[in-house]
């Protein structure tokens, strides 16, 4: 009854202070009579208010938000640094660590107990950030007892399953599965690719081993390579915990599963290839909090910061986003529509499929088992008045005309498109089966992206550039006394690089535009006029972000074409 209490309270609070409406309260209380989800993770996952706004009244009302130990993967890192001693003893767990910021997050029942955190503090050391989350006295018991009592490093567990046998009926049972190394080795695995920031995680069988890759920062770097006998029981862990079909080995496989890793929920969607030597497993992270990056956070110069409002401020009009896969089209797009999204316009998108859940958006997956394909999707969300549509991507003509027909009665449509360059969208739509009198007057502009790493700001080393660099980087690499690259340290994990940074070109469609395009003007002709209203190549971004420091040279080089320059 006084959790119940402390519940309402929290809601009425929110009340009161105008961040949500009486009836926003009721849905939200009658959803918790059907779950255990405490009342301030119900109303930010309907999306009546921000996870921001319930920690600063949560902190004036029962402490921090709860956590659920049986969705939880423990951080080994976390676990070295408190001994098991001191977490029985002050009813604590530590349950992810990130080294970069020092910030350990701890589950505990006591989250008042100012004593055992002082002491906590003490142990740690004054550089590292606590961040406690309140858990069920009933489970943290078992979970000290869990997690403690069994291996959790990667290298432990391999050792423990070197000396031991595989009992692959226990990886499909329910029960105790933490005494199976097996089910330890793949949380593991995860944890170590979520913690690095890895966007995917690939299990690659070969004639005698298996190799386990991580995709970070758009790289794919090798992390093990483990005997072949390992592979049976990694393919049947993540088959079980994706829902598939563990019988199945001669067809591809899709699968999803979500797990609370480092301290918050992730998601995985997964798939599986028959090869000649077993099956390859690859597992798209979908970080939420990591991947949908607001428009102020993502770093991008005044001057493409202003251009993207003009654009977002027609009305109607197709904006089309192009790249290669993987150049960040899709965040790119997410960005946008979060600028524009509120309460007072309906946002409706088609996706293939929908990777991350939105509040206020409509999202539908594209399928062939629903037999809805973009064109048909976007033939179906026009009778559901709309004011701004996402499509996916524009692959054939059909899906072209109906974006095109919407943009034509007042929509703003967002989707992507495959070309290299944004002047390239004109010939690619053109050879989709768009007529050019079309295009003229329904684009409101396209953008063309890469992403490049960004270089480690506590190893980066200044040099002087030789003359071939300074003559890539035009009349600005004259003036430019030193550049910077990489060097690796703790930091970055020796890579040199940590995290990226989208570069763009935005070509803006005006009068002058939409009557070259619709006579059908050579690309060096759109070029021109495009350049003399100020615009600027993916190439010159790319270099301004070598020459201010913020990546390397030869990383820009990696991503952009830079040949055109070498003849200059």
């Known amino acids: ?162 000396t031991g046998e595989i009992d692959y009926e226990s990886l499909q049972a329910g029960g105790d599965e933490y005494t199976q190394p097996m089910v330890r080795l793949v949380n593991a695995i995860l944890v170590d690719a979520v913690k690095r920031g890895a966007s995917d995680i690939h299990f690659e069988p070969e004639y005698a081993f298996m190799r386990i890759r991580y995709r970070i920062d758009g790289v794919l770097e090798t992390v093990r390579s483990l005997h072949k006998t390992y592979m049976p029981g990694i393919t049947v862990r993540v088959k079980v915990v994706s829902e598939m079909n563990i019988a199945e080995t001669r067809a591809p496989q899709d699968g999803r599963l979500s797990l609370t890793l480092n301290g918050r929920p992730v998601d995985f969607r997964v798939s599986t290839q028959p090869t000649i030597y077993g099956e390859n497993i690859v597992l798209r992270v979908l970080d939420r909090e990591k991947s949908i990056v607001h428009l102020d956070r993502m770093n991008l110069p005044a001057a493409i910061m202003a251009k993207l409002e003009v654009m977002l401020s027609r009305p109607e009009g197709i904006l089309i986003v192009t790249g290669p896969t993987g150049s960040g089209k899709t965040t790119t797009l997410y960005s946008l529509l979060a600028q524009v999204n509120d309460e007072t316009v309906n946002i409706m998108t088609l996706e293939d499929p929908v990777e991350y859940p939105l509040t206020l958006m409509r999202q539908t997956s594209v399928s062939e088992v629903a037999r809805m394909d973009f064109a048909n999707g976007i033939r179906s969300i026009m009778r559901q008045d709309p004011d701004i549509i996402l499509v996916g991507e524009v692959r054939d003509r059909e899906t072209a005309e109906m974006a095109f027909r919407a943009a034509m009665t007042g929509h703003q449509v967002f989707t992507t498109l495959h070309t290299n360059s944004a002047l390239g969208a004109f010939p690619r739509l053109l050879d989709i089966g768009i007529q050019p009198d079309i295009m003229a007057g329904n684009i409101i502009g396209v953008i063309a992206q890469r992403l490049v790493r960004v270089l480690c700001s506590h190893c980066k080393e200044a040099y002087v550039p030789m003359p071939e660099e300074r003559a890539l980087l035009g009349p600005s690499g004259d003036s430019a006394s030193f550049l910077y690259r990489p060097v690796g340290c703790k930091s970055c994990f020796n890579k040199g690089y940590r995290g990226r940074t989208p570069i763009m070109e935005l070509l803006t469609m005006d009068a002058d535009m939409d009557e070259l395009v619709a006579r059908r003007a050579t690309a060096k002709e759109l070029r021109a006029e495009a350049v003399s209203k100020g615009f600027r190549s993916l190439a010159e971004e790319g270099l301004d972000r070598v020459l201010d420091g913020t990546t390397s040279l030869a990383e820009v080089a990696r991503s952009v074409d830079l040949t055109g320059r070498m003849r200059q």
């Open 1 to 162: 009854m006084a959790e119940q209490r402390k519940k309402l309270r929290l809601g009425e609070l929110l009340v009161q202070q105008g961040l949500i409406t009486k009836d926003q309260l009721a849905i939200a209380l009658a959803e918790q009579r059907n779950s255990n989800i405490p009342i301030g993770r119900l109303l930010v996952r309907l999306g009546f208010v921000t996870e921001t706004a319930i920690r600063d009244i949560m902190a004036r009302t029962v402490g921090q938000e709860s956590i659920d130990l049986a969705q939880v993967i423990a951080d080994p890192e976390a676990l070295s640094l408190v001994p098991e001693e001191f977490a029985r003893r002050n009813h604590l767990l530590p349950i992810a660590y990130d080294p970069a910021e020092h910030v350990l997050t701890i589950a505990t029942t006591e989250i008042f107990n100012v004593v055992a955190l002082d002491q906590l503090r003490a142990l740690l050391g004054p550089q590292f950030v606590l961040k406690a989350q309140l858990a069920a006295e009933a489970q943290l018991g078992d979970y000290i007892d869990q997690f403690y009592g069994h291996e959790l490093s990667v290298d432990g567990i391999l050792k423990e399953i070197e």
